[in-house]
């Protein structure tokens, strides 16, 4: 009786062992807090956890430290020292910027590919960080996938032509296509640029009307304001004009405001005269270029245009008159 009653109590302590005594981690569990239904489930209860918190860790340290990287690299871009191939213009773009328009322009720039780059690597790492926590779950993944196909193709359908824009925006930014401060034409709408996003470019023309433009819908650009301008002068003459002598005149005036030290930091080439243009009813034309800067071009343009005028005068140098209506075979230049 004494012996039934012994093989019974080490069958009683038998049972306490956890079958999953060849888990390490359940052999652990059981030699700590000595609860059996804990060792059994550890897998469950401790081990999937553990894999699942590790793994949300292990993602936003990864985001955290990768948004950093971009951000630093962005800031440099947008505040630190001007690229090596721009270095030889250094000193004339900091003449030539006094709003900080070039500045704005390379910080949004920045901050536009920043922000690009910031949402794609959230995406990937987000992705795979959840696609890593379902399996660790025991979901089976196809149907999902399947799912999330589904859906991208419906997506894409209804809602290609802000997708079209996105891209657009990006493409537009990554080649510098134009920036904060660029005077463009843009086929529907020409002006200044104001602000240059992922969806919309804002620009405003010369009667100050805002235009918002979709960069999906941007088919072409002129840009006037990358390199240098050149400012374009066809003064009218009457037929009779003695044109050497008014070609010798239009030189020196553009020479005189060449050497001119007011004007020097914006003319970038001597300037040329270049002779008859074009012959009409009205008149001959005779050209005269000035190579310049962008934001002065304009600038450069209406003062050589007074100054030839005043001299033309002070020579007596005729412009040709306005034909009549109905007039059109009439002899041009007759007073």
């Known amino acids: 009786m004494s012996r039934s009653l012994t093989v019974l109590a080490a069958n009683d302590g038998s049972s306490g062992v956890p079958d999953c005594a060849d888990y390490w981690l359940c052999q652990k569990l059981f030699d700590w807090f000595g609860l059996d239904w804990l060792a059994e489930n550890a897998r469950v209860l401790v081990a999937t956890p553990a894999r699942i918190l590790l793994v949300i860790v292990l993602a936003a340290v990864v985001r955290g430290v990768t948004h950093r990287a971009i951000q630093r690299l962005t800031d440099r871009t947008a505040t630190g020292a001007m690229p090596t191939i721009l270095r030889p213009l250094r000193n004339r773009v900091a003449q030539n910027d006094p709003d900080g328009q070039i500045t704005e322009r390379r910080t949004q720039r920045a901050e536009a590919i920043g922000s690009v780059l910031r949402s794609f690597a959230s995406i990937v790492i987000l992705g795979i960080a959840v696609v890593l926590v379902l399996g660790e779950l025991?979901?089976?993944?196809?149907?999902?996938?399947?799912?999330?196909?589904?859906?991208?193709?419906?997506?894409?359908?209804?809602a290609q032509n802000l997708i079209k824009d996105f891209i657009a925006g990006i493409g537009t930014i990554l080649e510098d296509q134009y920036g904060v401060g660029d005077v463009v034409d843009l086929g529907e709408a020409s002006g200044t640029v104001e602000?240059?996003?992922?969806?919309?470019?804002?620009?405003?023309?010369?009667?100050?009307?805002?235009?918002?433009?979709?960069?999906?819908?941007?088919?072409?650009?002129?840009?006037?304001?990358?390199?240098?301008?050149?400012?374009?002068?066809?003064?009218?003459?009457?037929?009779?004009?003695?044109?050497?002598?008014?070609?010798?005149?239009?030189?020196?005036?553009?020479?005189?405001?060449?050497?001119?030290?007011?004007?020097?930091?914006?003319?970038?080439?001597?300037?040329?005269?270049?002779?008859?243009?074009?012959?009409?009813?009205?008149?001959?034309?005779?050209?005269?270029?000035?190579?310049?800067?962008?934001?002065?071009?304009?600038?450069?343009?209406?003062?050589?245009?007074?100054?030839?005028?005043?001299?033309?005068?002070?020579?007596?140098?005729?412009?040709?008159?306005?034909?009549?209506?109905?007039?059109?075979?009439?002899?041009?230049?007759?007073?």
């Open 195 to 335: 602000a240059v996003g992922l969806r919309i470019t804002r620009l405003r023309d010369v009667n100050g009307v805002v235009w918002y433009m979709r960069n999906g819908e941007v088919l072409r650009v002129g840009n006037k304001s990358q390199g240098f301008a050149q400012v374009v002068i066809d003064m009218p003459v009457a037929h009779d004009t003695d044109l050497e002598r008014a070609r010798r005149v239009m030189q020196q005036v553009a020479d005189s405001m060449y050497a001119e030290e007011e004007w020097a930091a914006v003319l970038l080439a001597e300037p040329e005269s270049l002779g008859v243009e074009q012959i009409t009813a009205e008149g001959v034309f005779l050209r005269l270029v000035v190579r310049a800067t962008n934001a002065d071009q304009w600038q450069i343009g209406r003062e050589l245009r007074m100054r030839l005028k005043e001299r033309f005068v002070a020579e007596g140098i005729r412009t040709p008159l306005p034909l009549l209506a109905g007039s059109a075979g009439a002899t041009a230049g007759v007073r």
């Open 138 to 158: 025991g979901i089976n993944l196809a149907p999902i996938v399947a799912s999330a196909g589904v859906v991208g193709v419906a997506l894409g359908f209804g």
